[in-house]
């Protein structure tokens, strides 16, 4: 594995991913979906958990599948969403968070548009970072 593709395709990644969370979840969605209280640290935990699934896709990119396309990383990327989202709202629902089937839709479907665009961009930040 390269760290130096690592690293850059994890933090590109980690901006996009945040970027795109501020767009479907405080902007589009935000009527669906609790905003985070004012003066709470909630921003800085979204944002590291925006870096820490990027890197993770880097990882699996990087170490594993040798993804470096951007049809490829985005394939790869609605799969990961994909389960992601399951994964997500299934310990919501159970937690009583997202009891409501509109939600677990709607989250469902920004949990793989997110993951492929960030895993597009991963993918294609592989290829062109040496």
């Known amino acids: 594995m390269k760290t130096k593709t690592f690293v850059i ?5 980690g901006v996009v991913d945040w970027l795109l969370g501020w767009l ?3 902007i589009l969605f935000a009527d669906f979906f609790p905003q985070p209280e004012e003066g ?3 921003m800085v935990f979204i944002t590291l958990g925006c870096f820490a699934f990027a ?8 170490k594993w599948a040798q993804i470096t396309t951007l049809a490829g990383g985005a394939k790869a990327g609605a799969v990961i969403g994909l389960f992601m989202g399951l994964i997500a709202n ?3 629902m159970a937690m009583d968070i ?9 989250d469902m479907a920004i949990s793989i548009v997110m993951a ?3 895993g597009a961009v991963i993918g294609l930040v592989n290829g062109k970072v040496d």
């Open 9 to 13: 395709a994890g933090l590109v990644g």
């Open 24 to 26: 479907f979840y405080g």
């Open 40 to 42: 709470s640290n909630a």
């Open 55 to 62: 890197f993770f896709m880097s990882y699996i990119y990087n």
């Open 90 to 92: 299934f310990f919501g």
């Open 98 to 106: 997202a009891v409501d089937y509109e939600k677990f839709a709607i």
């Open 116 to 118: 492929t665009i960030v």
